[in-house]
């Protein structure tokens, strides 16, 4: 309190607040009229620190009492003529308001008194309250009897504020009135259909009452930070407008395609048909159309739901014997998947887009129509999902690099005043007040920037928590009772008791020791399993306790050592004593039921090696820092996912109870609806992870379609750019994080001095124990390199290898023993240095070999080759026998032709570079690998070996410079992340020992084996009972093989919760659980759901953002080490990066000069006008939107429509080929486009006539619309298409090179994944996710499944099937046809190695390619940002320049210099009126008025660059590149320049006006014809006038 009012004493009042008055008013009125009547030319904006809702900043003073809640003179010097005043509340909120019109005077009672109710901060406190309490009322199905009457209360606060809102800003749509306001709106909206449903009739009150959930949105505008990331996220979605628009696009073609190939597919079933043995009665049947409707005749898979699907294909699904394929029946998925439609194929291809279940839609698609179909799901779901959401992506990154930007902006901004207004405080205040002053000044400039995201600055979030913590200061009792009972300083005996415990506890070896117990304790916690010993389980209580009494025994030692007041003001020591406390209670509470919970929070001692780890300790600060800086944003995200379970609780929640028989047979809500709130959550929830379809489909049949999706495209549009957002925002904050600038803690050193005492006494005992056991001297060797003359011809130097190094320096000594004296004779020698020089012969013919680019290419062939071959080695192999035996005499072939270039490469390089070359090392692995495989056919025992010949295909990598960059560029990304990968395995750990704490045991359940569905726990109760059933047969009591049994088991099911694959399965095992040996029941642990729902948030989410941040912080530090340029590209690929760049940029054709006949001038001026282009364009739609409105099984009056349609069009098509051809002739197909509307023209004709002859079934109808569709590609053409649309295909063509590098590693480990999976799940059983599509039987369905992992897709259900391997789930001596391979059981453990590997490389790498585009985009914006310039601008330059200097002068008029300028391109563009502008540049004029095309490209570049250091360099660069290429300049001599022309007319300007003023007045002197001669002199003024105005207009510019 003194404090304060000491701060209230000092603080001046600057820029003082001024009470709003009616001369105040008047003032403003005043101004207003003169700005009407005058030209206003300043230019302000607003303050965003002044805007309404903010709190004043602290530089305006102290408020005083008087002023609260009064009107007072705007502080904001843009609305100080804008009719407006402010109102301050006590927490010095601005509040503004209008002073004109439409509204009662600022000075009347009443609405001064509706003012003061507005601002009070209780008024805004009570409509939160009451929005929260009716928040609780619209989550609940069953309202309390006093129910209606609270609602009635509320609807009377909600009426009132509306009454205050409407007095107190007044009535009109303007700014700070009520209805300006969108918010207002939306609360008179709800608040007057709330009203009217109270007396409307009882069929619309359903409809009024669901307006009333949109009060949720209520809590926005009372939160300032919510209301500023709504305005932001506003923001992104208008530059997201050309995303979305192009999205629709593609997504409307593929839709069209779709239609055109699959329309009516997947009715084509398998159908029973009748064998001539059968009754006539089965014949009849036949006869009957009902026949094909009864689905019994349908051949179902065993414990499918749907039936068998089939093709005419010989590549689509076959039908058994007895079954024929015909269309029949409705489509799968209750009717909801097809391609029958234009509206189902866009849900379709919406739904592969976002990867929602698609492998069931692969599954069904290449069943019907043919696997050779898969290369359309191959563009959608992997290409076109990843070009859309790189592009949402990109333009989310841009908007969160702006807000980034402007926060810092605003925080230089605000610093000075910050400054000053300390200087002012300092004076007449004491040391401590200046402090408390400042902690007060930051804190409240920091509340004004609520809206920034200035959490990316961790500096100043750090000063901010360390000011914030500060000025929570205790009253003066409380420090003197902390220093009496918490500071222990009583007798002599116990400080040296202190002293003697500091000394141990601080000690180096304690921490290490502590570190030690922390990791055991980890270990310990990992080991519980089930089922488990009783042995075991006393070990784990044992060691429990132990650590217990350690942790306990370093709390009490510490807290002897620091006091407790030093102890507790450490918060990893209040960490450690929550730890403790924990413990001891668990010991206490073991035994009580229901408590045994308490053991799951062990896992938190895990964290305590966050003390120990300094990467830990930042990657949790820099987290807490980036969540506390969006927490508006997670709460405005959370706000969307209650209003969104609101609505659909009360949109659909009825329907549930109601047509619950539509989704379930026996008539029971099923897992997943939106009946009651918490599962109308959990639905929604499910949605943003992107499981909607099947919850949909759920709602298709109890809501009906045009309910269901608008609510269901709302929740993923939405929702997805809120978590994008935010995780754009967090991955950011990690991104630009630097750990180097912080210091580690004591502890961390007290690990590091430890481990170097400890290596320190190894070493001196290792050297002790060396000096006693040898005493020979410690003798230098030379390590001089030889090199030879092989050199010439490689780019290595050729050392000599060790083994003949040392050969070398063993020889020299005994020469030299063997004879001083003795020479060694002269043909010795020659002979010797004969033998050299063959050696170096031979070794330089070697590197000449090696290195022959002839050679290099014949290696790379035979290595493509011999990975080739690996790929027909499936299960058919030993039915073609040529096939076996030529590939078994290439294996043999290859294998010597690489043995061959090792021993080459040894010869040339020498064992020490060949060896330490990683790529060599490869290649020597896979010679390895060949011969082990050779060796492995030879003998039988040896025959396992033969499995590791999918290592072959790894000499790819070695081969092709373009995976050699991938790979570098890779491994240095991701190596130097394992500390945060280790982090987030922390994480992973903390949940698996819960997940192992909570549900080991639990998801056994007895099984009907008939049915094979789990038995009501009515009948079974737990697993005695289950044993104990039916005639003494015991019933299969089985555990679901995905379970939280073990630590292992544990992280593999919440692997698959993360690829949200199989997650909700397991989700539902887990809410269903009861416990240990007991039969689970429906949803009897419904709140275990919120386990999966924190992994999802605690560990997915935000250890996702911290492995990706750290992944492109090492992407941009080495980006910078190579200057900019991207790291996945080789160097050729670069300069095909700049001619992408350049071809983007530049126009792609030069333009047709115009015939001189007649007729083809007129064809000419036809064809090129846009009136004709735009013609072409409306009928490519047309003919686009006749394929939308087909259908399967339409009228055939419809196909004889679309027919003449389609010939009509080709008609036409051909008729604009020939008038083009008429007038073009040639230049026709020198561009690009022409020759590809020349040959749809070909084939539209050759598809339209040549069924006629051939028939349809060779020739599908559906050809000639295809490619008559393919014209819409001319949308995209640069242009003539929309100019957005360019800039976003410009970084995805820009990224297309190390992109495609990329895919090509990408395809090699598939490639290398799909020969290990033939050679080792070829042959398991067909269930689950292993079917006649998806299988390991051949390489092509092997590249299907893994194609599906990729895109983490259906992985759990192939894992199940290879999870087969007891005699009760497979056959292990099933005899194979074709092959001596029996069994049909998987191996678990390969197929867990084979699966997590693969998904965690193949996502490291798909996470680069999204990197790489997201950059592109961050690259070309910041390039639009900075006022560079670049090649491309001085290209635009010169064809702009073209236009006006056709002739190649090198030089332009003056007087067309303003239009050239607003010609260009930016940013050396200059909008209109630029005539001053051009002027203040001082171009050099030659003769004529003349400008040289130089003199403008330098001005210009020096207008742009003007803040740029190195524009002077740039500078230079211009004018030499001109001057290259223009070496025959030509010469001028400036006589002027635009300036000085400028002024010259303005100097004859005032000469003419004095000499006129000066003609006047002596011709006033005259008294008889003043008159005539005045007359006479006006005349003659005006003639002067005249001419000198003709000669300042031709002078100007």
Same mark, same amino acid.
């Given at each position: 309190?003194? #404090?304060?009012?000491?701060?209230?004493?000092?603080?001046?009042?600057?820029?003082?607040?001024?009470?709003?008055?009616?001369?105040?008013?008047?003032?403003?009125?005043?101004?207003?009229?003169?700005?009407?009547?005058?030209?206003?030319?300043?230019?302000?904006?607003?303050?965003?620190?002044?805007?309404?809702?903010?709190?004043?900043?602290?530089?305006?003073?102290?408020?005083?009492?008087?002023?609260?809640?009064?009107?007072?003179?705007?502080?904001?010097?843009?609305?100080?003529?804008?009719?407006?005043?402010?109102?301050?509340?006590?927490?010095?909120?601005?509040?503004?308001?209008?002073?004109?019109?439409?509204?009662?005077?600022?000075?009347?009672?009443?609405?001064?008194?509706?003012?003061? =109710?507005?601002?009070?901060?209780?008024?805004?406190?009570?409509?939160?309250?009451?929005?929260?309490?009716?928040?609780?009322?619209?989550?609940?199905?069953?309202?309390?009897?006093?129910?209606?009457?609270?609602?009635? %209360?509320?609807?009377?606060?909600?009426?009132?504020?509306?009454?205050?809102?409407?007095?107190?800003?007044?009535?009109?749509?303007?700014?700070?009135?009520?209805?300006?306001?969108?918010?207002?709106?939306?609360?008179?909206?709800?608040?007057?259909?709330?009203?009217?449903?109270?007396?409307?009739?009882?069929?619309?009150?359903?409809?009024?009452?669901?307006?009333?959930?949109?009060?949720?949105?209520?809590?926005?505008?009372?939160?300032?930070?919510?209301?500023?990331?709504?305005?932001?996220?506003?923001?992104?979605?208008?530059?997201?407008?050309?995303?979305?628009?192009?999205?629709?696009?593609?997504?409307?073609?593929?839709?069209?395609?779709?239609?055109?190939?699959?329309?009516?597919?997947?009715?084509?079933?398998?159908?029973?048909?009748?064998?001539?043995?059968?009754?006539?009665?089965?014949?009849?049947?036949?006869?009957?159309?009902?026949?094909?409707?009864?689905?019994?005749?349908?051949?179902?898979?065993?414990?499918?739901?749907?039936?068998?699907?089939?093709?005419?294909?010989?590549?689509?699904?076959?039908?058994?014997?007895?079954?024929?394929?015909?269309?029949?029946?409705?489509?799968?998925?209750?009717?909801? %998947?097809?391609?029958?439609?234009?509206?189902?194929?866009?849900?379709?291809? /919406?739904?592969?887009?976002? !990867?929602?279940?698609?492998?069931?839609?692969?599954?069904?698609?290449?069943?019907?129509?043919?696997?050779?179909?898969?290369?359309?799901?191959?563009?959608?779901?992997?290409?076109?999902?990843?070009?859309?959401?790189?592009?949402?992506?990109?333009?989310?990154?841009? &908007?969160?690099?702006?807000?980034?930007?402007?926060?810092?902006?605003?925080?230089?901004?605000?610093?000075?005043?910050?400054?000053?207004?300390?200087?002012?405080?300092?004076?007449?205040?004491?040391?401590?007040?200046?402090?408390?002053?400042?902690?007060?000044?930051?804190?409240?400039?920091? %509340?004004?920037?609520?809206?920034?995201?200035?959490?990316?600055?961790?500096?100043?979030?750090?000063?901010?928590?360390?000011?914030?913590?500060?000025?929570?200061?205790?009253?003066?009792?409380?420090?003197?009772?902390?220093?009496?009972?918490?500071?222990?300083?009583?007798?002599?005996?116990?400080?040296?008791?202190?002293?003697?415990?500091?000394?141990?506890?601080?000690?180096?070896?304690?921490?290490?020791?502590?570190?030690?117990?922390?990791?055991?304790?980890?270990?310990?916690?990992?080991?519980?399993?089930?089922?488990?010993?009783?042995?075991?389980?006393?070990?784990?209580?044992?060691?429990?306790?132990?650590?217990?009494?350690?942790? %306990?025994?370093?709390?009490?030692?510490?807290?002897?050592?620091?006091?407790?007041?030093?102890?507790? !003001?450490?918060?990893?020591?209040?960490?450690?004593?929550?730890?403790?406390?924990?413990?001891?209670?668990?010991?206490?509470?073991?035994?009580?039921?229901?408590?045994?919970?308490?053991?799951?929070?062990?896992?938190?001692?895990?964290?305590?090696?966050?003390?120990?780890?300094?990467?830990?300790?930042?990657?949790?600060?820099?987290?807490?820092?980036?969540?506390?800086?969006?927490?508006?944003?997670?709460?405005?995200?959370?706000?969307?996912?209650? /209003?969104?379970?609101?609505?659909?609780?009360?949109?659909?929640?009825?329907?549930?109870?109601?047509?619950?028989?539509? =989704?379930?047979?026996?008539?029971?809500?099923?897992?997943?609806?939106?009946?009651?709130?918490?599962?109308?959550?959990?639905?929604?929830?499910?949605?943003?992870?992107?499981?909607?379809?099947?919850?949909?489909? @759920?709602?298709?049949?109890?809501?009906?379609?045009?309910?269901?999706?608008?609510?269901?495209?709302?929740?993923?549009?939405?929702? $997805?750019?809120?978590?994008?957002?935010?995780?754009?925002?967090?991955?950011?904050?990690?991104?630009?994080?630097?750990?180097?600038?912080?210091?580690?803690?004591?502890?961390?050193?007290?690990?590091?001095?430890?481990?170097?005492?400890?290596?320190?006494?190894?070493?001196?005992?290792?050297?002790?124990?060396? *000096?006693?056991?040898?005493?020979?001297?410690?003798?230098?060797?030379?390590?001089?390199?030889?090199?030879?003359?092989?050199?010439?011809?490689?780019?290595? @130097?050729?050392?000599?290898?060790?083994?003949?190094?040392?050969?070398?320096?063993?020889?020299?000594?005994?020469?030299?023993?063997?004879?001083?004296?003795?020479?060694?004779?002269?043909?010795?020698?020659?002979?010797?240095?004969?033998?050299?020089?063959?050696?170096?012969?031979?070794?330089?013919?070697?590197?000449?070999?090696?290195?022959?680019?002839?050679?290099? *290419?014949?290696?790379?062939?035979?290595?493509? +080759?011999?990975?080739?071959?690996?790929?027909?080695?499936?299960?058919?192999i030993d039915q073609r026998k040529t096939i076996k035996v030529l590939l078994e005499y290439g294996d043999m072939i290859f294998t010597y032709i690489f043995i061959l270039e090792m021993l080459l490469k040894w010869m040339a390089y020498g064992f020490k570079a060949y060896f330490t070359n990683g790529w060599y090392q490869l290649d020597f692995m896979v010679v390895i690998v060949f011969c082990l495989s050779l060796i492995g056919k030879s003998?039988?025992?040896?025959?396992?070996?033969?499995?590791?010949?999918?290592?072959?295909?790894?000499?790819?990598?070695? !081969?092709?410079?373009?995976?050699?960059?991938?790979?570098? #560029?890779?491994?240095?990304?991701?190596?130097?992340?394992?500390?945060?990968?280790?982090?987030?395995?922390?994480?992973?750990?903390?949940?698996?020992?819960?997940?192992?704490?909570?549900?080991?045991?639990?998801?056994?359940?007895?099984? @009907?084996?008939?049915?094979?569905?789990?038995?009501?726990?009515?009948?079974?109760?737990?697993?005695?009972?289950?044993?104990?059933?039916?005639? $003494?047969?015991?019933?299969?009591?089985?555990?679901?093989?995905?379970?939280?049994?073990?630590?292992?088991?544990?992280?593999?099911?919440?692997?698959?919760?993360?690829?949200?694959?199989?997650?909700?399965?397991?989700?539902?095992?887990?809410?269903?659980?009861?416990?240990?040996?007991?039969?689970?029941?429906?949803?009897?642990?419904?709140?275990?759901?919120?386990?999966?729902?924190?992994?999802?948030?605690?560990?997915?989410?935000?250890?996702?953002?911290?492995?990706?941040?750290?992944?492109?912080?090492?992407?941009?530090?080495?980006?910078?080490? +190579?200057?900019?340029?991207?790291?996945?590209?080789?160097?050729?690929?670069?300069?095909?990066?700049?001619?992408?760049?350049?071809?983007?940029?530049?126009?792609?054709?030069?333009?047709?000069?115009?015939?001189?006949?007649?007729?083809?001038?007129?064809?000419?001026?036809?064809?090129?006008?846009?009136?004709?282009?735009?013609?072409?364009?409306?009928?490519?739609?047309?003919?686009?939107?006749?394929?939308?409105?087909?259908?399967?099984?339409?009228?055939?009056?419809?196909?004889?429509?679309?027919?003449?349609?389609?010939?009509?069009?080709?008609?036409?098509?051909?008729?604009?080929?020939?008038?083009?051809?008429?007038?073009?002739?040639?230049?026709?197909?020198?561009?690009?486009?022409?020759?590809?509307?020349?040959?749809?023209?070909?084939?539209?004709?050759?598809?339209?006539?040549?069924?006629?002859?051939?028939?349809?079934?060779?020739?599908?109808?559906?050809?000639?619309?295809?490619?008559?569709?393919?014209?819409?590609?001319?949308?995209?053409?640069?242009?003539?298409?929309?100019?957005?649309?360019?800039?976003?295909?410009?970084?995805?063509?820009?990224?297309?090179?190390?992109?495609?590098?990329?895919?090509?590693?990408?395809?090699?480990?598939?490639?290398?994944?799909?020969?290990?999976?033939?050679?080792?799940?070829?042959?398991?059983?067909?269930?689950?996710?292993?079917?006649?599509?998806?299988?390991?039987?051949?390489?092509?369905?092997?590249?299907?499944?893994?194609? !599906?992992?990729?895109?983490?897709?259906?992985?759990?259900?192939?894992?199940?099937?290879?999870? $087969?391997?007891?005699?009760?789930?497979?056959?292990?001596?099933?005899?194979?046809?074709?092959?001596?391979?029996?069994?049909?059981?998987?191996?678990?453990?390969?197929?867990?190695?084979?699966?997590?590997?693969? =998904?965690?490389?193949?996502?490291?790498?798909?996470?680069?390619?999204?990197?790489?585009?997201?950059?592109?985009?961050?690259?070309?914006?910041?390039?639009?940002?900075?006022?560079?310039?670049?090649?491309?601008?001085?290209?635009?330059?010169?064809?702009?320049?073209?236009?006006?200097?056709?002739?190649?002068?090198?030089?332009?008029?003056?007087?067309?210099?303003?239009?050239?300028?607003?010609?260009?391109?930016?940013?050396?563009?200059?909008?209109?009126?630029?005539?001053?502008?051009?002027?203040?540049?001082?171009?050099?004029?030659?003769?004529?008025?003349?400008?040289?095309?130089?003199?403008?490209?330098?001005?210009?570049?020096?207008?742009?660059?003007?803040? @740029?250091?190195?524009?002077?360099?740039?500078? &230079?660069?211009?004018?030499?590149?001109?001057?290259?290429?223009?070496?025959?300049?030509?010469?001028?001599?400036?006589?002027?320049?635009?300036?000085?022309?400028?002024?010259?007319?303005?100097?004859?300007?005032? =000469?003419?006006?004095?000499?006129?003023?000066?003609?006047?007045?002596?011709?006033?002197?005259?008294? &008889?014809?003043?008159?005539?001669?005045?007359?006479?002199?006006?005349?003659?003024?005006?003639?002067?006038?005249?001419?000198?105005?003709?000669?300042?207009?031709?002078?100007?510019?």
């Amino acid at each position: 309190m003194v #404090a304060s009012a000491k701060l209230e004493m000092a603080s001046p009042e600057r820029k003082g607040l001024v009470p709003f008055t009616r001369e105040s008013l008047e003032v403003m009125e005043q101004h207003s009229a003169k700005k009407h009547s005058e030209e206003h030319k300043e230019d302000l904006k607003p303050n965003t620190d002044l805007e309404a809702g903010k709190e004043l900043p602290f530089v305006y003073g102290n408020l005083p009492r008087a002023m609260v809640s009064e009107p007072l003179e705007d502080v904001d010097p843009y609305y100080k003529n804008k009719m407006t005043f402010i109102v301050l509340n006590k927490k010095r909120t601005v509040f503004r308001f209008s002073a004109t019109w439409c509204t009662l005077s600022p000075f009347n009672s009443v609405r001064r008194t509706a003012i003061k =109710i507005l601002v009070h901060p209780f008024f805004r406190l009570l409509i939160l309250i009451s929005i929260l309490i009716d928040c609780i009322f619209m989550s609940m199905t069953d309202l309390p009897k006093w129910g209606p009457a609270l609602q009635n %209360t509320l609807l009377g606060i909600y009426t009132f504020e509306i009454l205050v809102k409407l007095i107190a800003r007044g009535i009109w749509a303007g700014s700070f009135y009520f209805f300006g306001d969108p918010w207002n709106w939306l609360d008179f909206s709800v608040t007057l259909f709330e009203h009217i449903s109270r007396y409307s009739p009882p069929n619309f009150i359903s409809i009024f009452r669901i307006t009333r959930n949109l009060r949720i949105l209520k809590i926005i505008p009372l939160n300032q930070g919510l209301k500023s990331f709504v305005g932001i996220l506003i923001h992104c979605l208008k530059k997201l407008t050309g995303v979305i628009i192009l999205t629709l696009f593609f997504l409307s073609i593929f839709s069209l395609i779709g239609m055109e190939l699959f329309m009516g597919n997947l009715k084509h079933k398998c159908l029973r048909w009748p064998q001539e043995n059968e009754t006539e009665t089965l014949h009849n049947r036949t006869g009957n159309t009902y026949y094909i409707r009864e689905t019994e005749n349908f051949y179902y898979l065993e414990g499918e739901r749907y039936a068998l699907l089939c093709g005419n294909r010989t590549d689509a699904g076959q039908c058994p014997e007895g079954y024929v394929c015909v269309k029949a029946g409705v489509n799968p998925d209750y009717g909801y %998947t097809n391609f029958d439609s234009f509206g189902w194929t866009l849900l379709a291809l /919406f739904r592969l887009m976002m !990867q929602d279940y698609p492998e069931a839609l692969y599954h069904q698609i290449l069943y019907a129509s043919g696997k050779v179909y898969m290369i359309f799901f191959v563009v959608i779901s992997f290409w076109f999902a990843f070009y859309m959401a790189s592009l949402f992506l990109g333009i989310l990154a841009i &908007s969160c690099e702006e807000e980034k930007q402007r926060a810092a902006e605003k925080a230089k901004k605000i610093e000075p005043e910050l400054q000053q207004a300390l200087t002012e405080l300092q004076e007449g205040n004491k040391a401590a007040e200046t402090k408390t002053t400042e902690i007060e000044m930051k804190k409240r400039s920091s %509340t004004s920037m609520i809206t920034s995201l200035d959490m990316l600055d961790d500096a100043t979030i750090r000063h901010k928590e360390e000011l914030r913590k500060s000025r929570k200061r205790c009253p003066f009792c409380w420090y003197r009772f902390a220093k009496t009972s918490l500071i222990w300083n009583c007798s002599p005996c116990w400080l040296k008791l202190k002293e003697f415990v500091h000394m141990i506890i601080m000690d180096p070896f304690t921490d290490l020791f502590l570190t030690i117990c922390i990791i055991l304790n980890v270990h310990f916690l990992a080991l519980e399993h089930y089922p488990m010993s009783l042995e075991t389980n006393n070990i784990l209580n044992i060691e429990n306790q132990v650590f217990i009494g350690i942790f %306990t025994a370093e709390m009490i030692f510490k807290i002897i050592a620091m006091h407790p007041y030093g102890y507790f !003001q450490v918060g990893w020591n209040i960490y450690d004593s929550l730890i403790v406390f924990h413990g001891l209670v668990e010991l206490y509470v073991t035994h009580c039921h229901g408590l045994a919970v308490l053991r799951s929070f062990r896992v938190l001692r895990i964290f305590k090696l966050g003390r120990y780890w300094p990467t830990f300790k930042i990657l949790l600060l820099t987290l807490g820092n980036s969540v506390m800086a969006l927490k508006d944003l997670v709460l405005l995200l959370f706000t969307f996912i209650f /209003f969104s379970a609101v609505l659909g609780l009360k949109l659909f929640g009825s329907n549930y109870k109601i047509y619950v028989c539509n =989704i379930d047979e026996d008539c029971q809500l099923p897992h997943w609806h939106m009946h009651d709130f918490l599962h109308s959550f959990l639905n929604v929830f499910r949605i943003l992870c992107g499981e909607w379809i099947e919850t949909l489909w @759920d709602c298709f049949k109890v809501a009906g379609q045009f309910s269901c999706i608008p609510f269901y495209m709302m929740v993923i549009l939405v929702g $997805n750019l809120l978590i994008l957002y935010l995780f754009l925002a967090l991955v950011s904050s990690f991104s630009s994080y630097k750990p180097a600038t912080t210091e580690e803690n004591d502890e961390a050193k007290n690990l590091q001095r430890a481990m170097a005492r400890i290596k320190k006494g190894i070493n001196y005992v290792l050297s002790k124990i060396l *000096c006693k056991n040898q005493n020979v001297p410690e003798e230098t060797m030379d390590n001089k390199v030889k090199q030879s003359s092989s050199s010439e011809c490689s780019t290595v @130097d050729i050392s000599i290898s060790e083994e003949e190094e040392m050969v070398y320096e063993r020889g020299k000594p005994k020469r030299l023993k063997k004879g001083y004296g003795r020479r060694s004779s002269s043909a010795q020698i020659s002979r010797d240095s004969r033998k050299r020089k063959i050696w170096q012969n031979i070794r330089k013919t070697c590197c000449k070999i090696v290195e022959n680019s002839c050679f290099k *290419c014949f290696i790379g062939l035979v290595t493509l +080759l011999s990975t080739g071959a690996l790929a027909f080695e499936d299960i058919y192999i030993d039915q073609r026998k040529t096939i076996k035996v030529l590939l078994e005499y290439g294996d043999m072939i290859f294998t010597y032709i690489f043995i061959l270039e090792m021993l080459l490469k040894w010869m040339a390089y020498g064992f020490k570079a060949y060896f330490t070359n990683g790529w060599y090392q490869l290649d020597f692995m896979v010679v390895i690998v060949f011969c082990l495989s050779l060796i492995g056919k030879s003998r039988e025992e040896l025959k396992p070996l033969i499995s590791i010949k999918f290592l072959r295909a790894l000499r790819v990598l070695s !081969q092709f410079e373009r995976m050699k960059v991938v790979v570098r #560029a890779l491994v240095k990304t991701t190596l130097p992340t394992w500390n945060v990968l280790l982090v987030c395995l922390m994480i992973w750990l903390a949940f698996s020992i819960i997940g192992v704490h909570l549900f080991a045991g639990t998801f056994y359940e007895c099984i @009907d084996p008939t049915s094979g569905e789990r038995f009501p726990i009515s009948e079974v109760m737990n697993r005695s009972q289950c044993e104990s059933l039916v005639f $003494n047969e015991s019933m299969p009591w089985e555990n679901a093989k995905l379970n939280f049994d073990n630590v292992g088991i544990s992280f593999l099911s919440l692997l698959q919760v993360a690829t949200f694959n199989g997650w909700i399965t397991i989700m539902n095992s887990a809410v269903d659980s009861i416990g240990v040996d007991m039969q689970p029941n429906f949803e009897d642990n419904i709140y275990m759901c919120c386990y999966f729902i924190d992994f999802i948030i605690i560990g997915l989410f935000l250890p996702l953002s911290m492995l990706i941040g750290a992944i492109i912080a090492n992407f941009n530090k080495h980006k910078v080490k +190579l200057g900019g340029s991207n790291i996945f590209i080789t160097v050729k690929q670069k300069k095909q990066y700049h001619a992408l760049k350049r071809l983007m940029c530049e126009v792609s054709q030069k333009p047709v000069p115009r015939p001189g006949n007649k007729f083809q001038g007129f064809v000419f001026d036809l064809v090129t006008n846009q009136v004709f282009n735009i013609i072409i364009m409306v009928l490519i739609f047309f003919q686009a939107i006749t394929i939308m409105i087909q259908s399967d099984e339409q009228n055939p009056k419809i196909d004889i429509a679309v027919y003449w349609i389609n010939s009509v069009l080709v008609t036409l098509y051909t008729g604009e080929c020939v008038l083009k051809l008429i007038v073009f002739h040639y230049n026709y197909f020198t561009n690009g486009w022409n020759i590809f509307d020349f040959m749809v023209v070909v084939f539209s004709t050759t598809g339209l006539f040549l069924p006629l002859m051939v028939g349809y079934y060779l020739v599908p109808p559906s050809l000639v619309q295809l490619i008559l569709l393919s014209r819409i590609i001319h949308i995209l053409r640069p242009e003539k298409g929309p100019k957005v649309f360019h800039d976003l295909l410009l970084p995805l063509v820009l990224s297309l090179p190390a992109l495609l590098n990329i895919s090509l590693l990408i395809f090699l480990i598939m490639f290398v994944y799909a020969i290990f999976g033939m050679y080792n799940f070829a042959y398991v059983k067909k269930e689950a996710g292993i079917n006649d599509v998806s299988n390991f039987e051949t390489f092509g369905s092997s590249m299907l499944c893994l194609f !599906q992992v990729t895109i983490f897709a259906g992985w759990d259900g192939m894992l199940n099937a290879i999870f $087969n391997s007891k005699w009760s789930d497979c056959d292990p001596d099933k005899i194979n046809p074709g092959t001596q391979v029996r069994g049909d059981c998987g191996n678990p453990f390969v197929g867990i190695v084979y699966f997590v590997s693969y =998904i965690l490389i193949s996502w490291l790498i798909i996470v680069n390619m999204y990197i790489v585009v997201v950059m592109e985009f961050l690259n070309i914006a910041s390039k639009k940002k900075a006022k560079t310039l670049s090649e491309d601008d001085f290209r635009k330059f010169f064809q702009v320049w073209k236009r006006f200097d056709p002739d190649r002068t090198q030089y332009i008029d003056s007087s067309k210099l303003s239009d050239f300028a607003a010609a260009l391109h930016p940013p050396l563009f200059m909008a209109k009126p630029n005539k001053g502008q051009i002027v203040a540049m001082d171009l050099p004029m030659a003769v004529g008025d003349r400008v040289h095309c130089l003199d403008i490209l330098l001005a210009l570049t020096k207008r742009v660059m003007s803040q @740029d250091v190195s524009m002077e360099k740039v500078l &230079s660069e211009v004018e030499s590149g001109f001057m290259l290429a223009n070496p025959f300049k030509i010469t001028y001599e400036p006589i002027t320049t635009t300036l000085k022309r400028k002024q010259e007319a303005v100097s004859a300007t005032i =000469i003419q006006r004095a000499y006129r003023s000066y003609r006047l007045r002596q011709n006033d002197k005259k008294t &008889s014809d003043i008159h005539m001669i005045d007359g006479d002199v006006e005349v003659q003024a005006i003639k002067e006038g005249s001419y000198f105005d003709k000669t300042e207009g031709k002078s100007t510019i």
